[in-house]
């Protein structure tokens, strides 16, 4: 029972994380947060080398 609990620790760790890399880069909130959700681990790589959105104030 104590894995499951660990398992859903590690992926609500993983959602916060993706979350908070995907708001300084500019890029979708949601979006990065349902990939965690889907994806757990394997999401954060992505989220780190996704690309961020360019500034729309030249």
Known sequence: MITAYVLVAIN?????????IAK?????TRFWGWMAVLF???A???????????DSTE
């Open 40 to 42: 757990g681990p394997f």
């Open 12 to 20: 609500l760790l993983c959602i916060y994380v993706c979350y908070v």
């Open 44 to 54: 954060v790589p992505f989220v780190c080398f996704a690309k961020a959105k360019k």
């Open 24 to 28: 300084e880069r500019g890029a979708s």
